[in-house]
């Protein structure tokens, strides 16, 4: 089982900007994808971003396309969500996981089988 770290959760205004990184402690397979969540208080945790490891097919939320950007670096073994134009209905905790390949649809927490421990995100108005 692979141990997920994310990093780069902070404050900011709105319209800012952040970087979340999420770095394994194993290396990820291609057999793989790598996700981003996000959950709000009071709120089921929703499907946010979603990068292929061997392939470069990404998925986003309608909410951020166009606002917010996965990417990985393979050597590093991490993988980004780069947040631009934030706002105040982006707050939430941030998670990244890992999915095995035909676990289920991208966008379903249940098919992702590794969690980070998350880190928090507030955007201000």
């Known amino acids: 089982q692979v141990q997920l770290s994310e990093s780069g959760g902070g404050s900011a205004q709105a319209g800012g900007s952040l970087l979340l990184s999420c770095t394994a402690s194993g290396r990820i397979s291609g057999t793989y994808a790598m996700g981003w969540f996000r959950q709000a208080p009071g709120k089921g945790r929703e499907f946010v971003a979603a990068i292929g490891w061997s392939s470069d097919y990404t998925y986003y939320l309608n909410a951020v396309q166009g606002r917010f950007t996965v990417s990985k670096d393979i050597a590093k073994n991490t993988v980004y969500l780069q947040m631009n134009s934030l706002k105040p209905e982006d707050t939430a905790v941030y998670y990244c996981?890992?999915?095995?390949?035909?676990?289920?649809?991208?966008?379903?927490?249940?098919?992702?089988?590794?969690w980070g421990q998350g880190t928090q995100v507030t955007v201000s108005s």
């Open positions: 996981a890992r999915r095995p390949d035909g676990a289920g649809e991208y966008y379903q927490p249940a098919a992702y089988d590794s």
